[in-house]
C-alpha cells in the first residue's frame, strides 16, 4: 500500500465548479506538499502546510493531522486549472527534505 | 534569475549507451534532488544532496549515479542505459529558511527514451 494515497485519480468537471481532492497518508509527517504539473510537464508547488488551512486566490489547502488527510479545494473552477495535482509529504525525521509522493489526479475543467 | 534549468530536454539512447544529465540551479540552494517519473506512479527519488561535495541514495539509485562538485550542480549519469531506464526526469532544489525546510522548486524535466 502506498504511503500517500490520493483521490480521486481522474476528475473532471464543468467551468465555475467547486472541486476537491483529497489525500491521505499513512505515516508521521512533519508537513504536506500540494504541487500542479502542468500539461506541458512543468511541476510547480502550490502549498506546503504543517497544520491549518492556507489560501490563495481560488485556491484552499487544508490539513487534518491527527486524521493524517488534506484536501485542495478549487473554487469557481476554470479549464486553465487542468492539470495534474500532486499530494507529496516529509515524513517525520526524514533527511534532506525528501519528499513522498502520491500518484496524483488528473483534473480536466471543461468549458 | 532562471531557477531550476535542466538539459537536455530530450533524449533518446541505444541500450548500453551512457549519458549525463544536468541540472543547474542560481538560488544559491544546498539542496538538490533527482526524480523519475513513470506512468501510474507517483514521483520517485533516485538520488538526493544535502549540499556541496556530498551525495545519498534515494528510493530507486540502482543504475545511476550522481555528483555535486559544484553547489549549483548536480550531475545524473546512466552507465549503461538500459529499457527500464526510460522516464521523465526532473531535478528540483531547496533550501532551509531557519530550521523549517521551504518547497522544492522542480526543473523543466528531460524525457529519456532507451530503445
Known amino acids: 500500500k502506498n504511503e500517500v494515497e490520493q483521490s480521486p485519480q481522474n476528475l473532471t468537471a464543468q467551468e465555475g465548479e467547486f472541486i476537491t481532492i483529497n489525500c491521505s497518508y499513512s505515516v508521521g509527517i512533519s508537513a504536506l506538499h500540494w504541487l500542479q504539473q502542468h500539461p506541458g510537464g512543468g511541476i510547480v508547488s502550490l502549498f506546503m502546510l504543517s497544520s491549518g488551512k492556507k489560501k490563495h486566490g481560488r485556491l484552499i489547502a487544508t490539513i487534518n493531522i491527527q486524521e493524517k488527510h488534506s484536501s485542495l479545494h478549487i473554487t469557481a473552477s476554470h479549464p486553465r486549472d487542468s492539470a495534474v495535482y500532486i499530494c507529496a509529504v516529509r515524513k517525520r525525521e526524514t533527511s534532506g527534505s525528501r519528499l513522498t509522493f502520491g500518484e496524483g489526479t488528473q483534473l480536466t475543467v471543461n468549458p | 534569475n532562471a531557477g531550476v534549468t535542466q538539459t537536455p530536454k530530450f533524449r533518446v539512447l541505444k541500450t548500453g549507451q551512457s549519458m549525463t544529465l544536468l541540472c543547474a540551479q542560481d538560488?544559491?540552494?544546498?539542496?538538490m534532488y533527482w526524480y523519475r517519473q513513470d506512468p501510474g506512479m507517483g514521483l520517485r527519488l533516485i538520488h538526493y544532496?544535502?549540499?556541496?561535495?556530498?551525495?545519498a541514495k534515494g528510493e530507486v539509485p540502482d543504475g545511476y549515479n550522481v555528483s555535486r562538485l559544484k553547489k549549483q550542480n548536480f550531475l545524473l549519469g546512466l552507465e549503461s542505459a538500459a529499457p527500464s531506464q526510460t522516464s521523465v526526469y526532473f531535478c528540483?532544489?531547496?533550501?532551509?529558511?531557519?530550521?523549517?525546510?521551504?518547497?522544492?522548486?522542480f526543473g523543466p524535466g528531460t524525457r529519456l527514451t532507451v530503445t
Open positions: 538560488m544559491n540552494h544546498e539542496y
Open positions: 544532496s544535502v549540499g556541496e561535495g556530498t551525495t
Open positions: 528540483a532544489s531547496s533550501t532551509l529558511s531557519g530550521r523549517a525546510f521551504l518547497e522544492q522548486y
